[in-house]
């Protein structure tokens, strides 16, 4: 009985090593080319479509905003490779939580998964809702526009749409995420080939003395890269995909290297676009960028651009609720935040509360806000923790020196990074100081008080608080810890 036991587990053994084998060598099937064409994909989303206006408003003339484009290219090149050092060094999954651990202990990576939980993913989530009912709704109010009651009402729409499908489905999210994927690309390619046949023909008059009238402060040029790094948000993910790449420790600076000078090229050429048929003063005026664009040039076809761009942003806020539900459940299985958001659904086994908390933050955050207002509220919180993470690269060079760096960029690059990224959250505060920047560092010093009485000490009376809501919540919403979910 034992040795037919014990024969039986070995052939388990053997069973479960030759899966493995095979996921491995199914992981390592990409090249440099899919290394380049995910992060061209990862990056491009509703940015574009959003930021033009706003790092125009800032720079007030056409050089300096061409510039800005270019600038934030390269500091995402810079902050990638950095990224990807940390990445190849230490290999757990969690993004910067991990890295700050490691660097700087577990009280400034808490307030990374507070800050993201609270700040950084739900405003991502609202403002790319909001940009979707932004372009919807343009079309409907020709001329002027339209009112804020239902850009907010149509982005609540949206969250809801989103909310409950993936919330219901996993496969029915991703699914929603394969169709809206190569929406953004088709627009994406008929702007850019639409303003090269203009600049062809010789619409270059927008581009003449395009430094004319400008007004430089340091607050501007930082309210500018804010707006400008939004449409480059995703950089910082792209150390995810070593795991998919052969031979990632020459793969994957190289696709970084190429792929994002790529988008950057992309970007300069889509704002080059939009001057052959706009000046900046039309464009400032112009509610949805891409409408306006596609009205003067695509003309009786022009309904093609409100329509991309909306699947376009639809599906971003699609994959950025399909992965911050994630980020949610996992906080919640290690403690940082209520345990039953670290619960599945029995029925449709998605982390159906993480999400749903989710999505009732990023409904809050559009009641009060803007898209300016919010992508500033959300580059604020994503700068400090990008500049503190790549700051801790440069700590662990000396502190943690044992650690195997199969990618190790210059040193200087971190350190250029990481004084652009404190010029990048201090330049706005001291030349035009602004409410949501208070805001933001009040909620994230609030997480000190739940790490202290929830996770460090783990007060009694602070968990009989938090387990009666768990028990109540988990017969309302009928789910259960992961572990007892059916397979």
């Known amino acids: 009985m034992e040795e037919t036991s014990l024969r039986k587990r070995r052939e388990d053994e053997k069973s479960i090593q030759s899966i493995e084998h095979k996921t491995?060598?199914?992981q390592k099937e990409l090249g440099l080319f899919s290394g380049i064409c995910i992060i061209v994909g990862t990056i491009i989303g509703s940015g574009i479509f959003i930021s033009p206006k706003s790092v125009l408003s800032n720079m007030e003339a056409v050089g300096p905003c061409l510039i800005i484009w270019a600038a934030c290219g390269i500091l995402a090149t810079l902050g990638a490779l950095c990224f990807a050092e940390l990445g190849t060094m230490i290999t757990k999954s969690g993004g910067e939580y991990p890295y700050l651990m490691e660097a700087f202990g577990p009280i400034p990576a808490f307030l990374f998964s507070w800050t993201s939980l609270f700040v950084i993913k739900p405003s991502s989530f609202a403002i790319i809702c909001l940009?979707?009912?932004?372009y919807v709704s343009a079309p409907f109010y020709s001329g002027c526009n339209p009112p804020q009651v239902v850009i907010k009402l149509l982005a609540a729409a949206a969250i809801l749409l989103i909310t409950t499908v993936n919330a219901l489905s996993v496969r029915?999210?991703?699914?929603?995420?394969?169709?809206?994927?190569?929406?953004?690309?088709?627009?994406?390619?008929?702007?850019?080939?639409?303003?090269?046949?203009?600049?062809?023909?010789?619409?270059?008059r927008n581009f003449e003395n395009s430094f004319e009238g400008t007004k430089l402060s340091l607050g501007a040029i930082g309210l500018a890269f804010y707006n400008g790094l939004w449409a480059y948000d995703g950089w910082n993910q792209l150390n995810y995909i070593t795991e998919e790449l052969r031979n990632p420790f020459r793969n994957l600076p190289l696709a970084i290297i190429i792929g994002i000078p790529l988008v950057t090229g992309c970007y300069i050429l889509m704002n080059v676009s939009y001057f052959t048929v706009?000046?900046?003063?039309?464009?400032?005026?112009?509610?949805?960028?891409?409408?306006?664009?596609?009205?003067?040039?695509?003309?009786?076809?022009?309904?093609v651009v409100p329509l991309f761009v909306a699947f376009s942003t639809i599906g971003a806020a699609n994959g950025t609720c399909f992965t911050a539900g994630r980020l949610v459940y996992v906080a919640g299985r290690?403690?940082?935040?209520?345990?039953?958001?670290?619960?599945?659904s029995v029925k449709r086994l998605t982390p159906a509360p993480a999400i749903i908390f989710y999505g009732i933050i990023a409904t809050i955050y559009i009641i009060p806000g803007d898209i300016n207002s919010l992508v500033n509220y959300f580059s604020?919180?994503?700068?400090?923790?990008?500049?503190?993470?790549?700051?801790?690269?440069?700590?662990?060079?000396?502190?943690?020196?044992?650690?195997?760096r199969p990618i190790k960029v210059p040193i200087f690059i971190p350190i250029l990074v990481t004084l652009l990224s404190v010029f990048l959250v201090l330049a706005p505060i001291i030349s035009q100081p602004a409410w949501e920047y208070l805001y933001c560092v009040l909620f994230m010093l609030s997480g000190l008080i739940f790490y202290f009485l929830f996770v460090y000490y783990k007060f009694?009376?602070?968990?009989?608080?938090?387990?009666?809501?768990?028990?109540?919540?988990?017969?309302?919403?009928?789910v259960v810890p992961a572990e007892q979910a059916p397979e």
């Open 24 to 26: 491995t060598n199914l």
């Open 380 to 404: 604020f919180a994503a700068w400090l923790f990008y500049g503190l993470t790549i700051f801790g690269l440069v700590v662990m060079r000396f502190t943690r020196k044992e650690l195997k």
């Open 131 to 134: 940009s979707f009912s932004e």
């Open 460 to 478: 009694g009376w602070a968990q009989k608080i938090s387990n009666p809501l768990t028990m109540h919540l988990q017969m309302l919403m009928e």
């Open 172 to 204: 029915l999210g991703s699914y929603v995420q394969n169709v809206f994927t190569a929406a953004k690309m088709v627009i994406v390619v008929v702007i850019i080939i639409s303003g090269l046949v203009l600049l062809a023909q010789g619409n270059t």
């Open 278 to 303: 706009m000046t900046a003063t039309e464009l400032l005026q112009s509610q949805a960028v891409a409408v306006t664009f596609g009205d003067r040039v695509l003309y009786p076809a022009s309904w």
């Open 334 to 344: 290690e403690g940082h935040m209520l345990k039953v958001l670290s619960y599945v």
